[in-house]
């Protein structure tokens, strides 16, 4: 088992920057990939991104490329999703996810975090 704990959402202004946080934990995390997946209202949810805790290969969405970055902390057992250049249509509830493969499935899901973006 490995838990998932978001944390970092909250309102900010289209143009402005937030940072989420994944703190995972459990039986042996560090194998997992790790990625952040979004869902907008009355939208299915949709990856962000992903990696893979050894870091090296990255994925973005192409509607996030150059504006959000997956960093990794291992001593802090946590990943974040930095998100810089915020626009109204990123307004989703975020979920951090772990699995075996950055192609999924994704085993493990976080509560996930309201992120909302006023323009």
């Known amino acids: 088992q490995v838990q998932l704990v978001e944390s970092g959402g909250g309102l900010v202004q289209a143009g402005g920057s937030l940072r989420l946080s994944c703190a995972a934990s459990?039986?042996?995390?560090?194998?997992?990939?790790m990625g952040w997946f979004r869902q907008a209202p009355g939208k299915e949810r949709e990856f962000v991104a992903a990696?893979?805790?050894?870091?090296?290969?990255?994925a973005y969405a192409d509607s996030v490329k150059g504006r959000f970055t997956l960093l990794r902390d291992i001593g802090k057992n946590s990943v974040y999703l930095q998100m810089n250049t915020l626009k109204p249509e990123d307004t989703a509830v975020y979920y951090c996810a772990a699995g075996r493969f950055m192609s999924g499935p994704w085993d493990y899901w976080g509560q996930g975090t309201q992120v909302t973006v006023s323009s």
């Open positions: 990696t893979v805790w050894s870091g090296g290969r990255t």
């Open positions: 459990g039986d042996a995390f560090s194998r997992y990939a």
